[in-house]
């Protein structure tokens, strides 16, 4: 019994630890965007690796994601009321901008992005090249995080945009080919649900998921020890906190956002 106790006030302890370490890390990385020098060519990679190269995964994804959600729907909603499938528009356009589109987007990129940042990040702890940038009077945090969280932040939104233009189309396709809705109704019944809120409640969460996706993988990374395995688990723990923390943020925004009326 004391021995259960033990490991459990130690595990309680190692959570708290985590946490403030995560906290302070985050901290310095917000403080860190405002230092010079500005590598922006860094950046500019960055960009290119984390949101350039995620555009097909996160715009494939929501197509076939619209297109589901128009099969699935339509055919019940009109077995059970005739005609309200011409509604079609409206409900799957509105579910892509408010929830659909964000979070997909968000989860496809920490697995993709989240995965590939602590793995970089934590082979360069393993392999002591961070230490080798502070004995070159180099912050690691300024130098590796800062770039990966502005990418991260600039690029999710963009990449949102594009999934719920892209979905839109995909259940309008469906809509059309095996309800019979025609284009214009659909998107007519589109633009009388969906409001400019909508979309603005929308994508202002990816900018707290790509945060999110950047420091928590980067955490992970810098935390890595114990070579190869070491390395494995960070990547391991940076997708799936990264995942938990995009679901459980993701109500906790929404229900702010409510509060203002977005």
């Known amino acids: 019994m004391v021995q259960w106790i033990q490991r459990l006030g130690a595990g309680t302890i190692d959570i708290f630890e985590a946490i403030g370490a995560f906290t302070i890390f985050s901290g310095q990385t917000i403080r860190w965007i405002f230092a010079r020098p500005f590598d922006l060519r860094n950046l500019g990679y960055q960009m290119s690796e984390i949101g350039v190269k995620s555009i097909p995964v996160g715009v494939v994804s929501s197509f076939f994601v619209g297109m589901v959600m128009a099969l699935q729907l339509g055919g019940p909603m009109e077995k059970q009321i005739q005609g309200i499938s011409t509604y079609m528009g409206g409900g799957i356009s509105l579910a892509m901008v408010r929830e659909l589109a964000p979070v997909l987007t968000a989860v496809l990129l920490a697995g993709r992005v989240g995965s590939s940042i602590a793995a970089e990040v934590g082979t360069m702890k393993v392999t002591e090249q961070i230490d080798a940038l502070t004995t070159l009077a180099t912050n690691p945090v ?52 969906v409001k400019l809120n ?47 923390l995009i679901i459980v943020s993701d109500y906790f925004i929404t229900y702010l956002f409510q509060l203002f009326g977005l």
């Open 142 to 193: 300024h130098y590796l995080s800062v770039p990966r969280f502005l990418a991260s932040v600039i690029s999710l939104p963009l990449i949102t945009v594009m999934a719920i233009v892209v979905g839109i189309l995909g259940g309008a396709i469906i809509s059309y080919v095996s309800l019979d809705i025609p284009f214009n109704m659909y998107f007519e019944n589109a633009q009388a649900l």
């Open 198 to 244: 909508d979309l603005i409640s929308g994508v202002a969460k990816t900018f707290f998921f790509g945060a999110e996706i950047a420091l928590v993988s980067c955490f992970t990374g810098f935390r890595a020890k114990g070579g190869a395995e070491g390395v494995g688990q960070a990547t391991i723990q940076a997708v799936v906190f990264s995942f938990m």
